[in-house]
């Protein structure tokens, strides 16, 4: 079960959304009208879900391709954001809608940017260090190719 697809997307999604879960919680319980204190906890939540989608980014490209990887990351992320946006509303005793539809999208946007910037940082990050899967397939082919005794044609 492990192997799925859809269970690698499901686990990344529930993770990023016990991400924001855990903020929501900390700043109820401790800091309830203390503006300061959510903002800090938005930021927080925000690199952290940037922190984890670029580690993850980071492990995965170096053993798969792209068009393997990148599908698991964006729908993974699409759905904790998903969630985050209109389940993690209640876990802070509000409405999705409770301040506001210019509230709501810009949730989106602000978890969008941050997912799509930690993606790239990760994979930009493994292109740098010459670990990513096309990388190390054009080392592979290289070695190959010049371990190889050159042919000799004759005419």
Do not use: E
């Not at 980014?57 to 699409?78: E, H, M, N, Y």
């Not at 389940?87 to 799509?116: E, K």
């Amino acid at each position: 079960m492990r192997h799925q697809r859809w269970f690698r997307i499901t686990v990344l999604a529930v993770a990023l959304f016990a991400i924001n879960a855990v903020a929501r919680l900390v700043v109820r319980i401790g800091f309830d009208d203390s503006d300061t204190a959510q903002n800090w906890a938005t930021i927080v939540m925000f690199v952290l879900v940037a922190l984890v989608l670029g580690v993850l980014t980071f492990i995965r490209c170096q053993r798969v391709k792209p068009s393997d990887w990148l599908p698991d990351v964006g729908f993974g992320a699409l759905g904790g954001m998903l969630l985050t946006v209109l389940i993690g509303p209640f876990v802070s005793g509000n409405g999705p809608f409770a301040n506001g539809a210019g509230d709501f999208f810009a949730q989106i946007w602000l978890y969008s940017g941050c997912a799509i910037a930690g993606t790239l940082l990760g994979y930009w990050l493994a292109v740098m260090l010459g670990r990513d899967y096309r990388s190390k397939a054009l080392k592979a082919y290289t070695q190959n190719r010049a371990a190889r005794p050159r042919k000799i044609v004759r005419r």
